[in-house]
């Protein structure tokens, strides 16, 4: 088989927990390996979530993750960084400024 990943991954067999959005408490899996930018995970159940947090030692270490594949009981996801959704573009509550390269910008010398 043809090794396609950027990054070779390190097993660890390690137990870790899922936390899932629409579900309330914690469930559990193994890590079978992992990387910087994601890992294999294997559950007792099919798991049908798109993404999930997994985490490691009572949440010490947490991992937001998207599945790129499954197969039964295993899955491999892909790490991502959770970001707080965008305010709408009409909300008072803060003022953006957006500056463009290029332009000057008010009160300052010179150009970005």
């Not at 067999?13 to 469930?27: K, Y």
């Not at 010490?60 to 573009?89: E, N």
């Not at 957006?98 to 010179?110: D, E, F, M, S, T």
Request: glycine letters at 8%; a positive charge.
């Amino acid at each position: 088989m043809i090794e396609r990943r950027v990054m070779k991954r390190i097993p660890i067999n390690r137990a870790a927990r899922l936390s899932f959005g629409e579900m309330s408490g914690t469930h559990p899996c193994v890590v079978r390996d992992i990387s910087a930018l994601g890992a294999c995970i294997s559950t007792p159940y099919h798991i049908f979530a798109h993404e999930f947090v997994l985490s490691f030692d009572g949440h010490s270490g947490v991992f937001f993750c998207r599945v790129v594949w499954r197969k039964q009981t295993l899955c491999g996801v892909s790490f991502f960084l959770r970001r707080r959704s965008p305010k709408p573009a009409n909300d008072p509550s803060g003022t953006t400024k957006v500056v463009r390269l290029g332009q000057p910008i008010a009160g300052r010398r010179g150009r970005l």
